[in-house]
Nanobody
Framework: QVQLVESEGGLVQAGGSLRLSCLASGRTFSRYSMGWFRQAPGKEREFVAT????????YYADAVKGRFTISRDNAKNTVYLQMNSLKPEDTAVYYCAARWRSRGYAPSGYDYWGRGTQVSVSS
């Protein structure tokens, strides 16, 4: 069992930056691929970024590529999402998720989820 707790999000102006973190419980964090997803009002949850468990390779949704960076610190059981050049369309609840020893982009493939944190970007 893994528990995930996201850091507090916030309200930022367009063009600004914000870093989210997600702390995982347990001693097997390094064996989970970690992902960030987001869900805007009235929309389905969508993939944002993922970092692979065994080689730290990263993958991004086209909408955030070049602006967001996912990283992890296994010693701290933490995954990060650095968000730069934020746009109003990035406004959503952001979730971190864990997937056991595999890579994927679909929410259904993730085993554990945080409760989410609100990120709002004003124009």
């Amino acid at each position: 069992q893994v528990q995930l707790v996201e850091s507090e999000g916030g309200l930022v102006q367009a063009g600004g930056s914000l870093r989210l973190s997600c702390l995982a419980s347990g001693r097997t964090f390094s064996r989970y691929s970690m992902g960030w997803f987001r869900q805007a009002p009235g929309k389905e949850r969508e993939f944002v970024a993922t970092i692979n468990w065994n080689d730290d390779s990263t993958y991004y949704a086209d909408a955030v590529k070049g602006r967001f960076t996912i990283s992890r610190d296994n010693a701290k059981n933490t995954v990060y999402l650095q968000m730069n050049s934020l746009k109003p369309e990035d406004t959503a609840v952001y979730y971190c998720a864990a997937r056991w020893r595999s890579r994927g982009y679909a929410p259904s493939g993730y085993d554990y989820w945080g409760r989410g944190t609100q990120v709002s970007v004003s124009s």
